[in-house]
């Protein structure tokens, strides 16, 4: 496996997977709930409390960063995902397929 | 309206204030206990208590996140923040899934026991205070007493909800059985506290029957927190 050095940080929670997923482009806290909540149908929305527990542990992980944070009054501050984000998000994406390919061995005993 | 309540169950606390607001009661201000309450539309608002990162809940950076959320931060009191959020915008739910809120009944768990370690050392103090002869070391060592049986419960009640959002995960938990201590005992402590405080002023056959009560609700205390194990 290629992303070997990821494995470690394996499995994402739902959560962080959106949120890196939502932060592909620069996108700010009240878009990231908003993307994440039409990607999944209106599955999951996410918490405030969440989101910005999840900010702070990505930022300090190195895996988001800063993007701009708006001068004056509205300080909106967006977000971008780094090249080690990246790394994370495609070996979970591999570790995701893996799993997707296994499921489909259960078509096997189910008539 | 002003109302007084000491709570040291964030859900409760948040049920309460929920409660309040959905009665036309917005909670606007808390200062040691004592909430106070401005009128509003029956259930126009919606409370949540988060605990914040480190020992001041609120840096300028969580008051720029949750202003753009539209989340009021109506009060911070050390790392207990309490926020609201006008109902028209949708449910208010601060944690979106397990894991988050693990992390919450984790942070609450380590302020508990931190009180807990100072209370006690505390308590220690005031006793040594008491054998060296000094009364009013004696009324501050039950007042403390008191204190240290709540905390201690709080920390049995974080505990287990921790363990059953882990079980809720599909985690194995540790085997925890502990039951909490009956807040007799602490009740027991207070009223020893008074009479010690007031000796001057109660007249002594109440004294004795003060003293008499507190001891047995202490001794009751003990044996029902006992026989639950």
């Known amino acids: 496996m290629k992303n070997k050095a990821y494995e470690k940080d394996l499995p994402l929670t739902e959560a962080v997977f959106y949120i890196l997923l939502a932060v592909r482009h620069p996108n700010h806290g009240y878009g990231i709930i908003q993307e994440v909540g039409e990607m999944t149908g209106g599955r999951l929305v996410l918490g405030a409390g969440t989101l910005y527990g999840a900010i702070q542990t990505l930022e300090k992980k190195h895996w988001i960063k800063v993007y701009s944070a708006e001068e004056g009054s509205r300080k ?3 977000y971008l995902i780094t090249d080690e984000g990246m790394g994370v998000f495609k070996a979970e994406r591999e570790r995701l397929a893996e799993l997707l390919e296994n499921a489909q061995l259960i078509d096997a005993v189910v008539k | 309206m002003t109302r007084f309540r000491i709570y040291f169950d964030k859900d409760e606390e948040t049920r309460w204030l929920n409660r309040m607001a959905k009665n036309g009661y917005a909670m606007d201000n808390f200062f040691l206990g004592f909430y106070q309450f401005s009128p509003c539309e029956k259930g126009e608002w919606q409370y949540q208590i988060d605990i914040g990162h480190g020992f001041c809940g609120v840096n300028d950076n969580y008051a720029d996140f949750m202003e753009e959320m539209g989340v009021e931060i109506v009060q911070s009191w050390g790392p207990w923040v309490i926020l609201r959020r006008k109902a028209a915008e949708g449910p208010f739910e601060l944690f979106s899934d397990v894991d988050s809120r693990i992390e919450q009944y984790k942070k609450i768990l380590l302020m508990f026991k931190l009180v807990f370690v100072i ?9 040594y205070g008491g054998v060296r002869g000094s009364a009013m070391a004696w009324v501050a060592a039950c007042l403390i007493a008191a204190v240290v049986v709540v905390f201690s419960n709080m920390i049995i009640r974080t505990k287990k909800k921790i363990y059953e ?11 925890y059985n ?9 009740m027991g402590f207070l009223i020893n506290a008074v009479n010690l405080i007031l000796q001057d002023a109660i007249p002594l056959p109440l004294r004795y029957i003060m003293l008499g009560l507190s001891i047995g609700l202490i001794l009751f205390g003990s044996f029902k927190t006992a026989l639950r194990k």
């Open chain 2, 178 to 186: 502990r039951q909490q201590v009956s807040l007799l005992i602490s």
């Open chain 1, 76 to 78: 909106k501050k967006e």
């Open chain 2, 165 to 175: 959002l882990q079980e809720q995960k599909g985690e194995a938990p540790p085997e």
């Open chain 2, 119 to 127: 209370e006690f050392f505390c308590l220690a103090l005031e006793v």
